[in-house]
């Protein structure tokens, strides 16, 4: 069964440094999902994609993160200037259609020092 | 905004029916969602149901909505110990831009004792 893949599994950053969240949605998914979880909290939306462009985000998802779509297979998730309490598990999804359920990756925890 | 509630923590025998519950506040939810975490992986999902359903059957799973009472229930029959995990709810709603974002509960820990 066609898989959301996350690289790393583990990310461990120097704070102020800039970070880079590698993701493959599952190959015929239309819109892409970035989504966050801080130990001991509920996972939260940070971002959706589609088209080419940002559909909908979060208040969480400020000018620190960026997301893009370098080429037909990989969505990446910068963040800049990374802060202790970026400190999460990011999890990736995607989705075939608007409506259609949404597939999550296995997430890639980043620890920031 | 937008609220999801679960229980954290719920036991059962091997064997015996689970049930986890999940209430939620937004009266536009569209779809509803149930997904399972086991240690270390990422988010599985088990099972969704449309909002203008009243309930789901597959196989061990059965999902019951009360729209009435925002009140999303699965049920999982002869739970064996590789269901344990922890559960998570969600929900999500259709809107003019394009993607849903998911709302999540706080995850239901199942533990199965043999």
């Known amino acids: 069964e066609p898989e959301v893949t996350q690289t790393p599994s583990h990310q461990v950053t120097q704070m102020g440094q800039e970070v880079i969240l590698h993701c493959v949605p599952i190959?015929?998914?239309?819109?892409f999902y970035w989504y966050r979880q801080i130990l001991g909290q509920k996972v939260e939306f940070l971002v959706s994609f589609y088209n080419n462009e940002i559909s909908e985000k979060s208040e969480i998802f400020d000018d620190q993160f960026s997301v893009e779509r370098p080429d037909g297979s990989n969505f990446t998730l910068k963040i800049r200037s990374t802060k202790l309490e970026d400190s999460a598990m990011y999890f990736c999804?995607?989705?075939?259609?608007?409506?259609?359920?949404?597939?999550f990756g296995d997430g890639t925890r980043l620890s920031i020092l | 905004g937008e609220d999801v509630e679960q229980s954290l923590f719920l036991s059962v025998r091997e064997g015996d029916s689970s049930v986890i519950n999940c209430t939620y506040t937004d009266s536009s939810s569209t779809y509803l969602y149930w997904y399972k975490q086991e240690p270390g992986a990422g988010l599985q999902l088990l099972t969704y149901?449309?909002?203008?359903?009243d309930m789901k059957q597959d196989q061990r799973l059965t999902v019951l909505l009360n729209k009435k009472d925002k009140h999303l229930s699965l049920r999982i029959a002869d739970t064996q110990t590789g269901d344990s995990a922890i559960y998570f709810c969600?929900?999500?709603?259709?809107?003019?831009?394009?993607?849903?974002?998911?709302?999540f509960g706080g995850g239901t820990r199942l533990m199965v004792k043999p």
């Open positions: 149901i449309f909002s203008n359903m």
């Open positions: 999804a995607s989705s075939l259609g608007q409506g259609q359920p949404q597939h």
């Open positions: 190959s015929n998914h239309l819109y």
């Open positions: 969600a929900e999500s709603r259709m809107n003019n831009n394009a993607g849903n974002m998911l709302t």
